[in-house]
């Protein structure tokens, strides 16, 4: 209803812009408002532009605005996400674009031009600024790496065999990307496509209290690593409209950019095996640098619950691996020796089985 109100508003503003723009053109036809001329008006150029004014304000005006609305907010949440590196090379390309439109200019004597000469010029310089804001925007790395880290930008072909790896949101979320990212032991260019970050954001301003602080937990996540000039992080335009779900987003942009994708959704990582997509699973990460453990050793282990045969005992060791202790219940509470009897790998992680060492 209040979307109707507007439009009908703004074509009513239209229709009197359209009623003046006759009469400054000088081509308003002299018509006495009487009832004896309103067929007459009804067939002037003054009501042609009163109705062409309200149709442009009614459908074209309208839907400029919500664009321009649409083009706001999203412009707003692209901010937030600027580093101050990438604000300094967009000002420089914007500076670069409008010299280069003034040399333009001065070289062509653009303004002696009768009559057109003014929003030639205007129309030149915006056209470079654009051209620069764009240029400095999509190939940001190469100029600040020149400007600021020419060793970087020299030795870069030393790391052109290193694979992208895209990151999905679950990986995000669950935060141990960036204390692997940290060691160094994964390099290259991190990518975050924006469906992602859509993703996340609609996580973040989730009803749910859980998915809220998760989806705010993935985005801190993501801020700490773009901080860090260790890491790599470059957030790709990407959306492919034409694909509803997420993960085949991903799966087609690993594709596209011969990149890995790095996740812990299980899901996923079955789906891109089956297309032909390197994946780079953290859960498996993680159960492949648990310590090993055999069968017959010795461990502390504290037991802190019943388990679900009878007369089980629950403990964890410090990297969260399950330690199932047979008559465990006895020792609710207690630190106690136990000796390993077996060893279970699940896709979920791995189970140790045990038993109370009365010997110790």
């Not at 006495?32 to 532009?49: A, H």
Request: aromatic share 8%; net charge neutral; with cysteine.
């Amino acid at each position: 209803m209040l979307e109707k109100i507007v439009k009908i508003i703004l074509g009513i503003i239209g229709a009197v812009i359209g009623y003046n723009s006759i009469v400054m053109l000088g081509v308003a036809e002299k018509i006495k408002f009487s009832t004896s001329n309103i067929g007459r008006f009804l067939i002037s150029k003054q009501f042609i532009g009163i109705i062409i004014g309200a149709i442009i304000g009614y459908f074209l005006i309208s839907f400029l605005l919500e664009k321009l609305l649409d083009l706001i907010l999203n412009f707003d949440y692209k901010l937030k996400e600027l580093s101050w590196k990438k604000i300094i090379i967009s000002f420089l390309g914007i500076i670069l674009g409008l010299i280069f439109g003034s040399l333009i200019n001065l070289a062509f004597s653009i303004s002696s031009i009768p009559g057109l000469g003014l929003s030639l010029q205007i129309l030149i310089n915006v056209i470079f600024i654009y051209l620069g804001l764009t240029l400095a925007i999509y190939k940001f790395d190469d100029i600040f790496n020149l400007l600021f880290e020419n060793k970087k930008f020299f030795s870069s072909n030393k790391n052109k065999n290193l694979t992208k790896k895209i990151l999905d949101t679950s990986v995000i979320i669950d935060g141990r990307i960036y204390d692997i990212c940290q060691t160094g032991f994964v390099e290259g260019k991190l990518m975050i496509p924006e469906f992602v970050l859509e993703e996340l954001r609609h996580i973040a301003d989730s009803s749910d209290g859980l998915k809220r602080n998760r989806g705010r937990r993935g985005l801190d996540i993501l801020k700490k690593m773009q901080k860090d000039n260790r890491i790599d992080v470059d957030i790709v335009a990407k959306n492919y409209e034409d694909i509803p779900e997420v993960d085949s987003k991903l799966v087609k942009m690993a594709q596209e950019y011969k990149a890995k994708i790095v996740t812990n959704d299980f899901n996923l990582n079955k789906v891109s095996e089956l297309q032909g997509v390197f994946v780079l699973n953290i859960n498996e990460l993680a159960n492949a640098v648990k310590p090993v453990v055999l069968p017959g050793e010795e461990m502390d282990v504290k037991v802190i619950k019943e388990g679900k045969e009878d007369r089980q005992g629950i403990g964890y060791l410090d990297d969260g691996t399950m330690i199932v202790v047979d008559n465990g219940v006895e020792y609710m509470d207690k630190d106690i020796v136990v000796m390993v009897t077996s060893i279970l790998q699940t896709a979920a992680g791995r189970m140790i089985f045990a038993k109370p060492n009365t010997n110790s």
